[in-house]
């Protein structure tokens, strides 16, 4: 009993011996300390994102303007003489026609001139043709011809003057439009340039909008808008009109579409909401969810180069509809990354992964392939 003790004794202390002194296996292995350092890029990770290969459209772009209705035509119709008004038919809201009188100012001692300047006119002609007989035969100068000439032509023009006079009485609508106000009744006394009425054009009817400096080089003349009234009439109208000079306060420009209004139905002066188509572009439509800024807060996507690399490309939003926004400062053919790019960076590599089927993607396939991409050696 005791030497079996004895000999378990010193076996254990053998083995302590041994397990002290780290030595289990060859003596020729390398220590810990000696070992190369391990090759961290090789370990290196890169992020998945997920992309769509998308080709460009032809978009009619179109913006949505706050606008208002505006007559064709205004104009407060005054007198061209003095007088008393004796006849009044411009009555408001009445539509009158080009040429219908509006009011009436006394005649007057008017007509009676008219028929003094008419002798008179006859009273040179006369002396003229007698002048004139008498020049040829030489017994009078060509001063007196002349004068007797000059004489005649300032009875002309006195005729032509007495003439103009009666006609200013009548005041007449210079087009046709409706009367929506009138300054003066019967009765009434005016001067020369004193407001009769006012008159408006409502056919055709303008619809009129400022526009940005951006927006008004994409408009083009001839084109068909939309608008809806805050009455709640919905109207077309074709582009007429884009001014050539922006305001100076708020640097717009005005637009002008004209729209039919043969019953007077539409009013002047009411709000709208004015749809204008632009120019067609070539555009994108994305989801607004992959747009994202650049260090310089540009609005841009984040695309896949052919080599993995992420890169910022800078966009312009040009319209909205349910299914997404319109972009366009794309390429036409372009590699969208579309899940993943908020925690990538413009020159990163990255694993892309085709957003239908879940497969990795081969640029120039336009869609998933089975082709071996770059991996780490931890997977």
């Given at each position: ?94 539509k009158l026609s080009a040429g ?78 409706i009367v929506v106000e009138r ?197």
């Open positions: 009993m005791k030497r079996s003790f004895l000999i378990a004794a010193v076996l254990a202390l053998v083995a302590v011996a041994w397990i002290g002194s780290g030595q289990f296996g060859d003596s020729d292995r390398p220590k810990a300390s000696e070992k190369p350092p391990a090759n961290l890029s090789a370990e290196e990770t890169l992020a998945s994102v997920r992309v769509r290969v998308q080709q460009a459209e032809v978009r009619q772009a179109r913006i949505t303007l706050r606008g208002r209705t505006e007559a064709d035509r205004k104009v407060n119709i005054k007198s061209e003489t003095q007088g008393r008004i004796v006849e009044l038919e411009a009555e408001k809201g009445r219908t009188v509006l009011a009436r100012i006394a005649a007057d001692e008017r007509p009676a001139r008219l028929v003094e300047a008419k002798s008179l006119l006859e009273q040179r002609r006369i002396e003229f043709e007698a002048s004139k007989r008498l020049n040829k035969k030489g017994f009078r100068a060509e001063t007196q011809l002349a004068a007797a000439r000059a004489n005649l032509d300032a009875a002309r023009a006195a005729v032509k003057t007495a003439q103009m006079a009666i006609d200013d009485i009548a005041i007449k609508a210079p087009f046709d439009g300054y003066v009744e019967i009765g009434d006394f005016v001067e020369m340039g004193d407001p009769i009425a006012r008159l408006i054009d409502l056919d055709p009817l303008l619809i009129v909008v400022q526009v940005s400096e951006h927006d008004a080089g994409r408009l083009t003349a001839g084109t068909l808008a939309s608008a809806r009234l805050i009455t709640g009439q919905n109207v077309e109208g074709i582009v007429s009109y884009i001014s050539s000079e922006a305001d100076s306060a708020t640097r717009t420009f005005r637009v002008e579409a004209e729209v039919e209004n043969a019953d007077g139905k539409l009013p002047d002066g009411v709000s709208a909401e004015v749809t204008l188509p632009l120019q067609q572009v070539i555009a994108h439509r994305v989801s607004p969810a992959i747009l994202t800024l650049d260090e310089a807060g540009r609005i841009g996507v984040k695309t896949l180069g052919p080599d993995n690399t992420v890169t910022f490309m800078p966009a312009q939003v040009i319209d909205e509809e349910p299914a997404g926004v319109w972009i366009t400062g794309l390429p036409d053919r372009v590699t969208l990354i579309t899940v993943g790019q908020e925690f990538i960076s413009g020159g990163q590599k990255v694993r892309p992964i085709d957003e239908e089927t879940l497969a990795p993607f081969v640029h120039g396939t336009g869609g998933a392939n089975t082709a071996v991409l770059p991996r780490d050696d931890a997977s």
